[in-house]
């Protein structure tokens, strides 16, 4: 799968979503650092700008300088002036699994099961409904999204993004897509978490499959059932990944 990403992806519309409080920097920090972090806005990549940031989230621009500055100062993106200047993300900023894995052992469990649960409802009801309206030509682009096994961890999370929001756009509905953008925006970089293991990505890989096959087979019941199984089985491990890291931070530190 290529490299390349545009800011018109749907992965990269749920980046910039409009942010449900207007005029939060931390908020609009927090989101583009996940986002790199995880790899969906790649090393090198030219970050929308400012006063096109504001208006993509809806904050007022100082909002957004403030946030880059946030970045900025994580070593997460460089500015550069003059003619083919602006913001990019900075070298070796993606893929860091220990900021992740802090994001998610600040969630406590009850919250990390409250929005799982919405996520998987409302992407399972996304794949019954893609399976009931889609034709066979719109459901068979779906193959074309999914990354290979040997693509880096990166390009895995954008796809998977991907091609969650491209099914929701099958729904034909654009409050239901509208709806899913946020929870990716939002809560995708949580569920995102475990493709960074290689089992489990070749595992992911089976049950897209076969997701795709029920769409394009016009089985709502069984994409509704595919989906339902893969996501709970991708919250599962998330769980169990966040448990882990609150045992590691409740284990008392050795003095020195």
Do not use: K, N
């Not at 990390?112 to 998987?120: H, K, S």
């Not at 990716?184 to 089992?199: C, N, Q, T």
């Amino acid at each position: 799968m290529s490299e390349v990403r545009r800011h018109g992806s749907r992965a990269h519309s749920a980046i910039f979503a409009p942010l449900s409080d207007v005029g939060r920097a931390g908020q609009v920090e927090q989101r583009l650092a996940e986002a790199i972090r995880s790899g969906v806005l790649v090393e090198g990549e030219r970050l929308p700008s400012e006063p096109e940031l504001a208006g993509m989230l809806r904050v007022a621009v100082v909002t957004v300088r403030e946030a880059l500055t946030g970045l900025r100062a994580q070593g997460l993106v460089t500015t550069t002036r003059g003619r083919g200047g602006g913001t990019f993300v900075a070298a070796g900023a993606s893929a860091d699994e220990d900021a992740l894995a802090d994001r998610l052992g600040s969630m406590t469990r009850a919250e990390l099961q409250d929005r799982g649960t919405q996520y998987a409802l409302v992407l399972a009801g996304c794949a019954e409904l893609a399976a009931e309206r889609a034709d066979a030509g719109e459901a068979a682009v779906l193959r074309g999204l999914l990354a290979e096994e040997d693509d880096p961890v990166g390009t895995w999370r954008h796809a998977d993004a991907e091609l969650w929001l491209s099914v929701a756009a099958l729904t034909q509905s654009a409050r239901v897509t509208r709806d899913v953008v946020r929870l990716e925006a939002d809560f995708g970089m949580i569920v995102r978490i475990p493709l960074s293991d290689p089992e489990v990505r070749a595992r992911t890989l089976v049950g897209l499959r076969r997701l795709i096959g029920a769409v394009e087979a016009g089985d709502p019941e069984g994409a509704r059932r595919v989906a339902r199984t893969h996501l709970q089985e991708t919250l599962d491990r998330i769980a169990r990944i966040q448990a882990d890291v609150h045992a590691r931070d409740a284990m008392p530190r050795s003095a020195s």
